[in-house]
């Protein structure tokens, strides 16, 4: 009966499959779905895929350091909490976000989640106040001015919809208050378009305990005067990490030529393997 019913099925275009709760073979079914039926856009295929990569690392890395808080710099509308909570992470999360619009958004969706703080301003390497450009996508929004590459690549993605006023606090400053401690396990993920040099440098003292860092990193500016993979790459080796996994975000469209990645740092093994 049930080859029958398989061989039914097979007439009718369909493939049956089991039911799964894991959230990767979920993710890796939609994204079989969604790329099935835009089989022209190759370089969706790769993103798509890699995106998938980068989370089954996350998880990893999670579970392997026993992380019991997240801080999320440029947590934009929450996507990494959201993504950090799918791989099955039930610790606290500490997201930063300075512009207005996305806290309002993500405090809807912290209400929700009871280990979920958001704070409403950005990280940096001092105490101070910047003006924020809010580009028309504003995943670009970035302390620094877009380039000519990210207008040539991007187009009026890239252009500027307004600026904000916004307060920067350090990492070190605001730590103890947050119970960001030694006695904790964290992981840190930065992402602030251009900006994630300054915010490491505001957090000498408590890089220190950090276990894990996921930062995105460009090695063809977008931004005028940004930090690039290998100044964030120097930077983090000084302090005692290592590379953990590389995985592409963005490509200049027409050549394939790598923009930004995913660059996850963790602490060197005690015990190196020959």
């Not at 009966?1 to 097979?10: D, E, F």
């Not at 990210?150 to 993605?157: R, T």
């Not at 000498?204 to 276990?211: E, F, G």
């Not at 090695?219 to 005067?225: N, R, T």
Request: charged share 25%; hydrophobic share 40%.
């Amino acid at each position: 009966m049930k080859q029958l019913l398989r061989s039914l099925i097979h007439r009718l275009g369909f493939e049956p499959l089991h039911y799964t709760d894991d959230e990767f073979l979920q993710a890796i079914l939609k994204t079989y779905n969604e790329l099935r039926l835009s089989p022209d856009k190759k370089q969706h295929y790769s993103l798509s895929l890699l995106h998938i990569a980068s989370l089954y690392h996350l998880k990893q890395s999670l579970q392997l350091n026993k992380i019991d808080l997240l801080i999320d710099v440029g947590a934009n509308r929450g996507q990494f909490a959201l993504d950090a909570r799918r791989t099955g992470y039930k610790g606290e999360i500490i997201s930063f976000e300075p512009i207005a619009a996305h806290q309002e958004y993500l405090n809807i969706l912290a209400a929700k989640d009871n280990k979920w703080k958001i704070l409403p301003y950005a990280l940096g390497e001092k105490c101070s106040e910047l003006m924020l450009n809010v580009y028309k996508d504003d995943s670009f929004s970035s302390f620094y001015a877009v380039n000519e590459l990210a207008q040539n690549s991007f187009g009026n993605m890239v252009e500027l919809d307004h600026v904000e006023l916004v307060k920067i606090h350090t990492i070190d400053e605001v730590a103890e208050s947050l119970g960001i401690t030694s006695n904790r396990r964290v992981f840190l993920k930065t992402d602030t378009q251009g900006h994630d040099a300054e915010v490491l440098r505001g957090g000498q003292q408590t890089l220190n305990y950090v276990l894990g860092i996921l930062t995105e990193a460009t090695v063809k500016p977008l931004y005028d005067e940004c930090a690039t993979f290998e100044d964030l790459s120097k930077q983090l080796l000084s302090m005692g990490f290592v590379y953990g996994g590389m995985f592409p975000i963005s490509y200049i469209p027409d050549t394939l030529e790598l923009i930004e990645l995913d660059c996850y740092f963790t602490r060197k093994a005690e015990i190196e393997v020959s």
